[in-house]
């Protein structure tokens, strides 16, 4: 069992930046591909972000690639979102996904419980 847990999220201006951690515990961390979803009122939850096992791949969603930056500290068990340039569109609870095998818009083993990030226009 893999214990997952969100934090870092809140309210931003347009324009602006965040970044949301994301720990993992029960398991050795680095075993685990990690990646970040996001779910808007009324829309499906989608794929954000992912940074595979060996720290080296990593793949965004279109919306988000040049904004965006995930990466992953495997000697603290976390991995990080590094959100710039924030557009409203990105308001949404994001969520923190573990996977010892998926890595990408399949993965999701193991999912926290979402942290909130509103932006403010």
């Known amino acids: 069992q893999v214990h997952v847990i969100e934090s870092g999220g809140g309210l931003v201006p347009v324009e602006g930046s965040l970044r949301l951690s994301c720990t993992a515990s029960g398991q050795t961390f680095s075993n685990y591909h990690m990646g970040w979803f996001r779910q808007a009122p009324g829309k499906e939850r989608e794929f954000v972000a992912a940074?595979?096992?060996?720290?080296?791949?990593?793949y965004y969603a279109d919306s988000v690639k040049g904004r965006f930056a995930v990466s992953r500290d495997d000697a603290k068990n976390t991995v990080y979102l590094q959100m710039n340039s924030l557009k409203p569109e990105d308001t949404a609870v994001y969520y923190c996904?573990?996977?010892?095998?998926?890595?990408?818009?399949?993965?999701?083993?193991?999912w926290g419980q979402g942290t909130q990030v509103t932006v403010s226009s």
């Open positions: 996904a573990a996977d010892p095998t998926q890595f990408g818009v399949r993965m999701g083993y193991y």
């Open positions: 940074v595979a096992r060996s720290g080296v791949s990593r």
